[in-house]
């Protein structure tokens, strides 16, 4: 063999040998580095484990090609024809390694694509299955403020209802088939007399006063279903009737039997004494509109009936009987001429002044005047007048009115019994803020059937010609016209429980602090 | 004396003022109609007027007004069954010497056309 020629070649094996030993080294080291950086990452293990595979081999083999070279060179051609095959059979033997290295990863590689696909999956699964988690979460929490929500409307509404059942000022009660008040609100018991503690057992039996009422309550109740404003009597504990306005509604169950009631009562007792009171009121009206109208139409008449009367006195002397026949004419069209006089003050009770007055005063004026005549008869004035009264608004002649017609009325019933006591008073009533003006006599006292009567116009017990029985209800008329109220009391009764006399009370609310002069002008000219 | 006409819807009221107050001297003329009581005041010097205030057509404080225009000297009492301050007010403001309120008493008329006619013919003699 001629060893020249050969030289590049052998060179070329030579340093191509050494270059892949440094070269896998380095590809080993560098595939040694990721698997250490990533230690779960499949590829970089695969990669790691072909370079090992592959680096073995490559080494093997160049150093069987470095080792061939060096022995043909120092002319060792036996040692290396003993040695080729060895060297030959290790490279077959690492090349097999590599290879199955290389199947086994690529069967790992699918596999690990496999579990990948599974592990991306499942945690698609998991992210949904989070998603639907955080809805149930938020579905959970929203429900809870429903149910708060809902339940805290449906407490508001028991509460507005329950509160309606308690406070009410009617009876509410509830009934069951029996007939029995299950529940009665406190304004019902109130009204029937019985208190909260001893809360009765009670059915609709009881509280009915008529048997009839209560027919006919329960056969509207079942033809109809409800009753409206049914004036009815009620029995209170004490055995009273009370009069109440009832409404009621039948309770039916889903297979429309009869399963109760519920109702609302009204106490009319406060409506009753209202309409009494209006109808009284209206009457007062009615008089005074027809005072106004009637008063016109008779004063011509009566003037003329007047005027002819004195006109024929200049023909009879007063002592023949024409003349004392002309003076009772004369005086009957005088008496009437009063009766007209006072119908017209009361009628006109709307026009007053409004001044700022002290009641005191109204009442000294008044015994001024009436004093005298008093004593004639032997009858006494007390006072008790307290001089530092707040002021009242009013009209000061016509509150001496009502004091003149108090004084006239004590006055004429004491006549008769040849002496009598007034007793007058006035005085501050801190509870109503009125001024209380109190005129008591010790006279016959008013008859029990005339006490309902004594305000209405042309009511009077007095002879013909003493009264017109206008007084009183021109005094009432006046007395309301200043928001005040009068009341009376016969007969009193005595401290020793003897009853004599009567008392007027008056009362009349005190002036508020804004200015009546502006007012009080207007009716003084 | 005096020329007085009396004014009232009733005829039986204005003869008895009429009546009356003849006795006393003056020449009293009735009338029952403002039309007429009118016509005679353009016609003749009056001296008072004696006025209804409800009468048929208007009432007596306007029939005043008509007769204080032809008259102005002329004295005037106003008689009402109905007094209310409006008339009253109305009354005076028109130069109404009395505003008196019916029925009135033989004695208090007497008076009050004294005192009424007393006063002009005070005035009168002053103005003389």
Redesign the interface.
């Known amino acids: 063999m001629t060893s020249l020629p050969m030289l590049p070649t052998i060179l070329v094996d030579m340093v191509g040998s050494f270059s892949i030993i440094i070269l896998c080294v380095l590809s080993l080291r560098y595939a040694w580095l990721l698997l250490r950086k990533q230690p779960e990452n499949f590829l970089w293990g695969f990669l790691f484990y072909f370079c090992l595979t592959l680096f073995c081999f490559s080494v093997s083999r160049a150093v069987g090609h470095l080792l061939k070279q060096i022995l043909l060179i120092s002319d060792n051609k036996e040692q290396w024809r003993i040695l080729a095959p060895y060297s030959g059979g290790f490279n077959t033997l690492l090349m097999i390694s590599l290879a199955a290295v290389s199947i086994y990863y690529h069967k790992g590689i699918e596999g690990y694509h496999a579990i990948q696909k599974k592990a991306h999956s499942l945690k698609e699964a998991n992210e949904q299955l989070e998603i639907s988690g955080s809805k149930l979460l938020k579905l959970n929490s929203d429900l809870e403020g429903i149910v708060e929500k809902r339940t805290r409307k449906l407490s508001a509404s028991e509460k507005k209802f329950r509160n309606f059942f308690i406070n009410s000022k009617d009876m509410v009660y509830f009934c069951d088939s029996s007939n029995r008040l299950v529940n009665m609100n406190s304004a019902g018991l109130e009204m029937l007399g019985y208190t909260m503690e001893e809360t009765p057992n009670l059915s609709l039996q009881d509280i009915f006063y008529d048997e009839e009422d209560l027919d006919k309550y329960f056969e509207t109740l079942i033809s109809v279903g409800f009753v409206e404003d049914l004036e009815v009597q009620f029995v209170k504990a004490d055995t009273t009737a009370i009069f109440v306005l009832l409404s009621a509604t039948a309770i039916f169950d889903e297979n429309r039997d009869f399963t109760g009631c519920e109702g609302i009562a009204k106490d009319l007792t406060r409506v009753k004494t209202m309409m009494e009171q209006l109808a009284s009121s209206e009457k007062m009206a009615t008089v005074g509109q027809m005072a106004a109208g009637v008063a016109h139409e008779i004063n011509t008449p009566l003037g003329v009936i007047l005027g002819y009367s004195q006109l024929m006195m200049d023909d009879f002397t007063p002592e023949s009987e024409e003349g004392e026949n002309l003076q009772v004419i004369e005086r009957q069209a005088k008496a009437c001429r009063k009766i007209v006089a006072d119908l017209l003050k009361f009628s006109r009770q709307s026009e007053s002044a409004r001044e700022n007055i002290l009641l005191d005063e109204v009442i000294e004026d008044v015994l001024a005047i009436t004093e005298h005549s008093l004593k004639m008869d032997h009858i006494n004035v007390h006072r008790d007048l307290d001089k530092n009264l707040p002021t009242i608004v009013g009209d000061t002649e016509k509150l001496r009115q009502v004091f003149v017609n108090f004084i006239n009325n004590a006055h004429h019933a004491m006549e008769k019994q040849g002496s009598g006591e007034i007793y007058i008073s006035c005085f501050y009533e801190e509870e109503t803020n009125c001024v209380v003006a109190k005129v008591q006599d010790t006279g016959h006292g008013i008859p029990e059937d005339a006490l309902t009567k004594i305000f209405d116009p042309f009511f009077t017990t007095k002879s013909v010609g003493k009264g017109t029985g206008l007084g009183l209800s021109v005094s009432y008329g006046i007395i309301q016209e200043h928001g005040g109220v009068i009341e009376v009391q016969s007969p009193v009764k005595n401290n020793d429980g003897q009853t004599k006399g009567t008392v007027f009370l008056v009362k009349l609310p005190v002036a508020t602090n804004e200015p009546a002069s502006v007012t009080s002008k207007r009716d003084t000219n | 004396m005096a020329v007085i006409i009396a004014l ?1 819807d ?1 005829q ?2 204005t003869v ?2 009429g ?2 107050l003849s ?1 006393k001297g003056h020449t009293v003329h009735s009338f029952t109609e403002e039309d007429k009581a009118i016509a005679f005041a353009k016609e003749n010097k009056v001296d008072l007027a004696i006025l ?1 205030i ?1 009468l048929e057509k208007m009432s007596g404080v306007e029939v005043l007004g008509f007769l204080k225009e032809i008259q102005p000297t002329m004295k005037a009492i106003m008689l ?4 209310t ?1 409006e008339t009253a007010r109305e009354a005076i403001s028109l130069g109404a010497d009395e505003y008196c ?7 208090e ?1 007497e008076d009050k056309v004294e005192k009424v006619l007393k006063s002009r013919s005070g005035k009168s003699a002053m103005s003389v």
């Open positions: 009232d009733v039986d009221a008895l003022i009546k009356i006795k209804d409800k009402t069954g109905y007094p301050v309120v019916k029925p009135i008493d033989r004695d008329l």
